[in-house]
């Protein structure tokens, strides 16, 4: 029988309160990463089912390499979509009538998320030896501000086309997620992405937009890990899997920066600066292995949850354990190819509607990093550099990149590439570089919301 407990101060040890809910905190923490979570595959073409499983595998890997001291949920990562968009772009089925996965190409550019999470782990091993403040002056804000505002501009084309498909059910979709993100209070304000989809669900029900059929075919248990999408069999030194490298890999530089506003979130909720403890190079360590993993298994790169951050302000239970509840509860899931096949029943006009504000969102996230950041666009030098990548980055991706040979291996640099290697060059060469990094008292630099 749990005992009474104070929940003024929080609570740092869940199991004061009892088993049971314990195991209810836990489900609450799963519920509020699933919406986003499962939305990624679904954008992607990428299995519900192994999205899932590299969620929980990945926020148990964080928790192991961080000594289980930050209450931090790892799900899918929205910032690669753009890197997916160009590498695997989904395809329109024989028929000509709704899109499908591009089998052919998801294994790239799942190979080139497992080596954008080797690069978190380059950082990490940097930041141990340099020190913090001397890596972070090569990704400011004015670099990785404009990369993230350009991630999200490129995607804003597909978001139209799924809304195309079925305008009812996109207004629905949307207006759901703007009533419950404005107006909503405690975990409808929190569940936003999940919410949405559920009412315009049952507006889809109801106007006879779902098709049951795969469902009943589908098994109730499964393995979820499906080999035609793993990154570990493309990685073969091929110009495809070149160039999804060249696409995807730049895209860590602008997470990078998520991830520490994300933990320093997390530290300003808790009480506890997790940035000096267990330490920045220790999060982002197990940030990058767990994409690298999830990229290696055909899953999406993962991220730190702001969702899951509402949840624990919200319910003041801040105790790490609750998480990896909810990374368990994860894992179970994915086993039910019956789940996945509900999930995939969503229609494409739903998934327009919700990704009608989250890419807008991606793009806003980053005019709030360079805005949170004080970047001053009245210096010629910021001016310059956000100018060329925000150009690099559109007008290459509209050109389809650039392409070229290197010892008789053609390689292609997308727009995001090209974009983020030019404002890191320029950041470098150019004079006034006059950003430092904040690691004091729980707060730093970048977005507080994930991407």
């Not at 740092?12 to 009892?18: E, F, N, V, W």
């Not at 030194?237 to 860590?252: E, K, Q, R, Y």
């Not at 292609?412 to 008292?441: C, H, K, M, R």
Request: net charge neutral; glycine share 12%.
């Amino acid at each position: 029988m749990s005992e009474k407990v104070d929940y003024s101060q929080g609570i740092y040890d869940a199991k004061k309160l009892g088993t049971p809910r314990v195991l209810v905190l836990g489900l609450q923490h799963m519920f509020a990463m699933f919406g986003a979570t499962v939305l990624v595959p679904l954008l992607t073409g990428l299995s519900v089912s192994t999205s899932l499983l590299c969620a929980g595998l990945g926020t148990l890997l964080f928790h192991v390499i961080t000594g289980g001291k930050v209450p931090a949920f790892l799900g899918s990562s929205f910032a690669y979509l753009g890197g997916f968009a160009i590498v695997a772009p989904k395809l329109l089925d024989a028929a000509g009538e709704q899109t499908v996965a591009n089998t052919e190409m998801l294994p790239y550019a799942c190979a080139g998320v497992a080596f954008s999470g080797l690069l978190y782990v380059l950082i990490s091993g940097l930041i141990t030896v340099f020190g913090i403040r001397k890596i972070m002056r090569l990704f400011p804000p004015v670099v990785t501000g404009p990369i993230i505002i350009a991630i999200g501009l490129i995607l804003a084309p597909s978001a139209i086309s799924n809304c195309q498909t079925n305008w009812l059910l996109a207004i629905v979709a949307l207006g759901t997620v703007i009533v419950c993100n404005i107006w909503g209070k405690g975990m409808v304000k929190i569940l936003p992405i999940l919410l949405g989809v559920v009412v315009s669900y049952v507006v889809a029900l109801v106007t006879g937009a779902v098709d049951f059929a795969p469902i009943a075919e589908a098994h109730w248990f499964g393995l979820p890990i499906h080999a035609a999408s793993t990154g570990l069999l493309a990685i073969d030194g091929s110009p495809a899997f070149i160039s999804a490298l060249f696409t995807i890999v730049p895209i860590a530089l602008a997470t990078m920066m998520e991830h520490i506003g994300d933990i320093a979130a997390i530290s300003a909720t808790t009480g506890k600066n997790y940035i000096r403890d267990p330490g920045l190079n220790r999060t982002l360590l197990g940030d990058g292995l767990a994409t690298a993993m999830a990229g290696l298994l055909g899953g999406p790169a993962n991220t730190t949850y702001g969702e899951n951050t509402g949840v624990l302000a919200l319910t003041r239970i801040y105790d790490p354990l609750v998480i990896r509840l909810a990374a368990v509860f994860a894992i179970i899931l994915s086993f039910s190819p019956k789940f996945d096949a509900v999930i995939n029943t969503i229609p494409a006009g739903i998934i327009g509607g919700i990704s009608f504000v989250l890419y807008g969102m991606i793009s806003a996230i980053g005019v709030r990093n360079v805005v949170e950041n004080k970047v001053d666009f009245t210096n010629s030098r910021n001016l310059i550099i956000a100018a060329v990548i925000l150009v690099s980055a559109l007008g290459f991706n509209s050109a389809g990149g650039i392409t070229f040979a290197v010892g008789g291996v053609s390689i292609n640099l997308s727009g995001l590439a090209i974009a983020a290697i030019l404002g890191i060059v320029l950041n470098a060469v150019i004079p006034g570089n006059d950003y430092q990094f904040d690691d004091g008292e729980g707060t730093g630099e970048g977005a507080s919301l994930r991407v």
